[in-house]
């Protein structure tokens, strides 16, 4: 468990900050990067890189650009994610920097951007990772291999397609009643607290007929609903009814679309905030040393 401070108090730091405050989450292949001054969230990147310390040099540089600004002008770099391990200098650029376990900057992000006082927050990046997050604790609840490289992988696999935006697209022509087997297909009888549409088993109805189309919902609806899915279990252990969703994927609707299924079924709220994409790295940008 950890304690944080309080979003308020978060707040108050980046507002008292004399310069520039940078936050980078460091993926295996993407780094995103945020940046406060004077309270103000700057505009954010995003890089692509096969190498995690090229990709966060070149999201640095591409940020400073963007937002031209100057390195005397930098306060802090704080660093997360799987890649920020390989930039083992204490230094960036020669700036100060530092890194940010990732769970933290997780649910710091996830509360600040929903601006909420307590939630489960999950981040869908290449894996998942679900924690709880209030005012005062961030605790890691679990994680799941399920995430955005299964949908690629998996995209890869059944439809010769290996980028978000591509599967994206076709997902949303698709048909998923060619795919998923539902209650109501193996069902006579209604069952107490699940409509006829619910899942009763991802691909369960697959045959020669499908579309290439089909196949993306399908892959989309299972990865967002085992997602889900783990989410609010954890959130019944953590008796809190709020989930904040984060992370590359939340760019796909058809994904959107599912959770927003899953507010209605389990009566959960469920929140993708604006700069969702961003969010693990404005929390690494708001993590604060005072942080135990």
């Given at each position: 468990m950890t304690k944080i401070?309080?979003?308020?108090?978060?707040?108050?730091?980046?507002?008292?900050?004399?310069?520039?405050l940078i936050g980078l989450d460091v993926g295996g292949s993407i780094t995103k990067i945020v940046g406060f001054h004077k309270g103000k969230l700057l505009k954010e990147t995003l890089v692509k890189a096969s190498d995690p310390v090229a990709s966060a040099y070149g999201a640095l540089g591409k940020f400073m650009l963007l937002n031209e600004l100057r390195l005397?002008?930098?306060?802090?770099?704080?660093?997360?994610?799987?890649?920020?391990?390989?930039?083992?200098?204490?230094?960036?650029?020669?700036?100060?920097?530092?890194?940010?376990?990732?769970?933290n900057a997780v649910g710091i992000g996830g509360l600040f951007t929903a601006q909420a006082e307590k939630a489960?927050?999950?981040?869908?990046?290449?894996?998942t990772s679900i924690v709880y997050a209030d005012r005062?604790?961030?605790?890691?609840?679990?994680?799941?291999?399920?995430?955005?490289?299964?949908?690629?992988?998996?995209?890869?696999?059944?439809?010769?397609?290996?980028?978000?935006?591509?599967?994206?697209?076709?997902?949303?022509e698709g048909d998923l009643?060619?795919?998923?087997?539902?209650?109501?297909?193996?069902?006579?009888?209604?069952?107490?607290?699940?409509?006829?549409?619910?899942?009763?088993?991802?691909?369960?109805?697959?045959?020669?007929?499908?579309?290439?189309?089909?196949?993306?919902?399908g892959i989309v609806n299972l990865v967002f609903q085992s997602v889900g899915t783990a989410a609010v279990l954890a959130a019944r252990l953590e008796k809190v009814d709020k989930i904040i969703f984060t992370g590359n994927l939340l760019r796909i609707e058809s994904g959107r679309t599912v959770l927003k299924g899953f507010a209605d079924l389990y009566n959960v709220?469920?929140?993708?905030?604006?700069?969702?994409?961003?969010?693990?790295?404005?929390?690494?940008?708001?993590?604060?040393?005072?942080?135990?």
């Open positions: 401070a309080g979003i308020g108090e978060q707040n108050r730091n980046i507002v008292g900050a004399s310069g520039v005397d002008q930098v306060e802090a770099i704080r660093l997360t994610g799987v890649g920020a391990s390989h930039v083992e200098d204490s230094e960036l650029l020669e700036l100060p920097s530092t890194i940010v376990p990732e769970f489960i927050v999950v981040s869908m990046g290449t894996g005062k604790t961030i605790r890691h609840i679990i994680g799941s291999g399920v995430g955005g490289g299964t949908l690629l992988g998996l995209g890869q696999t059944m439809l010769g397609v290996r980028d978000f935006d591509s599967i994206s697209e076709m997902s949303l009643q060619k795919i998923d087997l539902s209650v109501g297909d193996i069902s006579r009888r209604s069952i107490p607290g699940l409509s006829s549409d619910t899942t009763a088993s991802n691909f369960g109805k697959v045959d020669e007929r499908v579309t290439a189309s089909d196949l993306a919902h709220k469920i929140v993708v905030p604006q700069h969702a994409e961003f969010a693990t790295a404005i929390g690494a940008a708001l993590y604060d040393s005072t942080i135990v």
